[in-house]
């Protein structure tokens, strides 16, 4: 049975196994950065809260990660506010959903952002890193790139899936949403 909470604890397992690229990326910056910038906060808060993160949960997550490099009462003064924010607690008190591909394809990172999609908006160089890292074979690796050059990322997405979920089966279009990525991921492997 899928399960529906997501816990702090739960994370870097469920990053490591179950988040597409463009998630993982910016969970391994905010492990190795203890910070992420607001593009991050906003992309990656709304896509936990669409796994089942709780705020309460979701503001822990974040607090003991950021406590790492300054004072709690600077991340309870500038960076609550942000996460309450995603949840329909603070300002318009919109219950916003998580992006879709196409929102973190045409955003636009600059230096030191950690969002975006990474088919996208990381160099070749890079790209490969990451994918060899996750376990991908050469052929496919061709077929990425290739991909990428035809701006296909959603397609490219999709084979990356398949990759990592050889006997589950996706639309052909690809992935067009990082939390039906992880959902699907999470189905493929619970099975
Ligand atoms: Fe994320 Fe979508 Fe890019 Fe895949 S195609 S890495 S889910 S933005």
Redesign the pocket.
Known sequence: KLKEVVTPDMIDNLALEHF????E?IHLNLRKNHHIKYGGRLHYGLFLKGIGLSLEDAVKFFRDEFIQKLAPEKFDKEYRYGIRYNYGKEGKKVDFSPY??EK??NSTPGVGDAH?????HFDWTNLKKFLVRKGVGDEVLQNIESLVEEKN??K??GI?FTVRHPSHQISDE?????N??YAESRKALQR
């Open positions: 597409p690229p463009c998630m990326s879709g591909c973190i394809i975006g999609c990474p088919f996208k990322y959603s490219a997405c990356y690809g992935i067009t949403h990082p039906t990525f």
